[in-house]
């Protein structure tokens, strides 16, 4: 699903420059009159829904895919196979035609391995980062005696070829991290409640370590943005260029870097920091240039994640919980500014870029004063009006002339929004839904009751049952012909076209959907 019109699980943290402006963001309630449609849809009785006619058993192909060294041109999933010493990348062509595996010591112990893995496979499917060595277990005490070392790696997925590595430490890792504190213990009085330089050290190592490792490439793959310790106490923004295999710093605050989002056009990158690392704790977000020219700080405490809207605005959120998210924050990088545009809960929100306008699912009614259901939000004026009602489950965008959203129901079933605000039943089933990356199909699994898999078509509002059976993982194919998905214990690509299914392979268990798999492009 394009994840500019759909935002739900978004972790975009980083760090901050000397040189940038601090932008105060205001909490004003947006007004409650708007502008905007006022019809609020609800939701029909189950008599408009499509009746799907019988399945019959899937017949799978097993056939054997031609494992070659070398790339052809063309689009390939890419996810980690387990082998004996670790991990290795498959890539499989979009058409099942061939299969490359590259195998490297790709071993990164840190959260979810897989999810490392694919982060370090570039978009042009040329190059392959990881890291190497050691800077502590996690969770591990503050050790002035632990020797540390933790080195990036970059290597050409075409020949396997070393194409740059480098120590992301600097030479008094550890020690610098006490030194600081003794040297700046009145800062940290509101961070830590013990704030010794023993516990401040540690404070400051758990932060460090919480970040390090974080990177992702650029949209066309020129460029690695990375967190390093390189040259100072806390760890900065810097960026690797392929093309020219040199380092730039872009930043050089005092804080920890946590996580990393390039702008669609690849020339910003949105980034948090924080030196307190756990629940609750203080991030503060910042957007640099990719040329170092401008560092734009927006500290708002409390907001952690985000994604990009289009290449100036970048819109985040706090993950709270319990009651779910809350406050959606719009940061604009032309006006250097940043302003609170639903300062109130939700579950998600989703971005109609050909309306340039917000679609925010509120499920839950008990904590603010606003009632349960989509509500249209205008960004450049903050005026709402709620568009439908009820308690949904997930919604994910269409952005079409004629369909804005697909709306999942608990326990009652799978739902379309129309542009004019009216509500049409597609499905019974009560299941997951994914929008092909073309928004004229849908894809509806029944994980209740295990019942198949359907696609619906959105222009005829037919519904072709396609699968039965259990269903574990599904991923469409860019160009929205077919898709890759388990079946039980086999791993396939079933084509729309010709209405096959071909088993790519049985001897693993794919990882499943994003992160821990992705398309590239290769030439």
Not at 59 to 67: G, H, S, V
Not at 168 to 196: C, I, R, V, W
Not at 325 to 350: K, M, Y
Request: proline letters at 6%.
């Amino acid at each position: 699903m394009n994840y500019l019109k759909h935002i739900t699980l978004l972790t975009i943290l980083f760090l901050v420059s000397c040189s940038s402006t601090e932008v105060t963001i205001p909490t004003t309630t947006p007004p409650e009159a708007s502008a905007t449609p006022t019809t609020t849809a609800t939701v029909p009785p189950p008599t408009a829904t499509a009746t799907p006619t019988a399945t019959p058993p899937i017949e799978i192909t097993k056939q054997a895919i031609p494992e070659v060294d070398s790339f052809e041109p063309g689009t390939y999933l890419v996810y980690p196979e387990e082998i004996e010493d670790g991990y290795a990348l498959t890539f499989i062509k979009s058409d099942a035609s061939i299969k490359v595996t590259r195998a490297f010591p790709l071993i990164f112990e840190f959260y979810s391995v897989e999810a490392s893995i694919i982060q370090g496979v570039s978009p042009d499917g040329r190059y392959y980062a990881y890291l190497s060595g050691h800077e502590g277990d996690w969770m591990s005490d503050y050790d002035l005696d632990e020797e540390y070392e933790l080195q990036l790696n970059i290597v050409s997925l075409r020949d396997q070829s070393i194409v740059a590595e480098f120590s992301l430490l600097s030479d008094s890792f550890p020690a610098n991290f006490l030194e600081y504190a003794q040297n700046h213990q009145d800062q940290f009085e509101s961070e830590f409640e013990q704030h010794t330089p023993e516990s401040i050290a540690q404070g400051l190592f758990y932060a460090f370590k919480a970040g390090m490792g974080t990177f992702q490439w650029s949209p066309n793959g020129r460029y690695l943005a990375f967190a390093g310790q390189m040259e100072g106490l806390s760890s900065d923004l810097y960026v690797f260029d392929v093309a020219n295999r040199s380092v730039r710093r872009l930043t050089s605050g005092p804080e920890q870097i946590q996580s990393i989002k390039w702008s669609p056009d690849g020339q910003q990158i949105a980034h948090a920091s924080t030196n307190v690392f756990g629940s609750g704790s203080a991030y503060t977000n910042h957007i640099a240039s990719l040329d170092g020219s401008r560092v734009i700080s927006f500290p708002d405490h409390w907001i952690r994640w985000g994604g990009w809207l289009n290449n100036n605005q970048y819109l985040a959120y706090n993950k709270s919980t319990g009651a779910g998210n809350n406050h959606l924050i719009l940061c604009d990088t032309i006006e250097g500014n940043a302003r609170a545009i639903w300062p109130r809960q939700f579950s998600s929100v989703s971005y109609l870029d050909s309306r340039n306008l917000l679609l925010v699912n509120l499920p839950y009614p008990e904590f603010t004063e606003l009632e349960a259901g989509i509500y249209l939000v205008d960004p450049l004026t903050e005026e709402y009006s709620r568009i439908a009602d009820g308690e949904y489950w997930s919604v994910q965008a269409l952005d079409r002339e004629d369909y804005l959203l697909v709306l999942e129901q608990m326990d009652e079933g799978i739902y379309l929004l129309s542009a004019d605000y009216k509500i049409e039943k597609i499905s019974e089933k009560i299941g997951w839904t994914s929008a092909s990356p073309d928004n004229e199909l849908i894809a509806i699994y029944d994980y209740k009751n295990d019942v198949g898999l359907d696609i619906y078509w959105i222009d005829d509002q037919t519904t072709r049952p396609i699968i039965k059976g259990e269903v574990r993982d599904f991923d469409w194919l860019p160009d929205s012909s077919g898709f890759f998905l388990e079946i039980g214990e086999s791993f396939c690509l079933h084509d729309l076209i010709s209405g096959s299914t071909i088993e790519v392979d049985d001897s693993i268990e794919y990882f499943g959907f994003p992160p821990y798999s992705k398309f590239v492009e290769i030439e």
